[in-house]
């Protein structure tokens, strides 16, 4: 079992810049990517981003030179550094993380980009 513990969303004006930070506890040895994922009422969740453990890092194309995801494995943590935030990335972000055979999710925070 993976747990995963997400923080640092908010409210943010457009163009600025946001930090979200996950941790995970429990059988974190087995773990062999992690990422984000977000979510808008009435929407699938959709990747963003994820990060192998050898470093190898993803984005989905709507946020490649604004997003950046971070990994430290010492911390068993993973970071996604949002810059130059637009109002069309509101939504839930969740964190993820993937072990063989199985997926595990964070609780979700709110990341909500209004004036």
């Known amino acids: 079992q993976v747990q995963l513990v997400e923080s640092g969303g908010g409210l943010v004006q457009p163009g600025g810049s946001l930090r979200l930070s996950c941790a995970a506890n429990?059988?974190?040895?087995?773990?062999?990517?992690m990422g984000w994922y977000r979510q808008t009422p009435g929407n699938y969740r959709e990747v963003v981003t994820y990060?192998?453990?050898?470093?190898?890092?993803k984005y989905v194309d709507s946020v490649k030179g604004r997003f950046t995801i971070s990994r430290d494995i010492a911390k068993n943590t993973v970071d996604l550094q949002m810059n130059s935030l637009r109002p069309e990335h509101t939504a839930v972000y969740y964190c993820?993380?993937?072990?063989?055979?199985?997926?595990?999710w964070g609780q979700g925070t709110q990341v909500t980009v209004s004036s």
């Open positions: 993820h993380a993937e072990t063989p055979g199985r997926y595990y």
């Open positions: 429990g059988s974190i040895d087995s773990i062999y990517s």
């Open positions: 990060i192998t453990n050898g470093g190898v890092a």
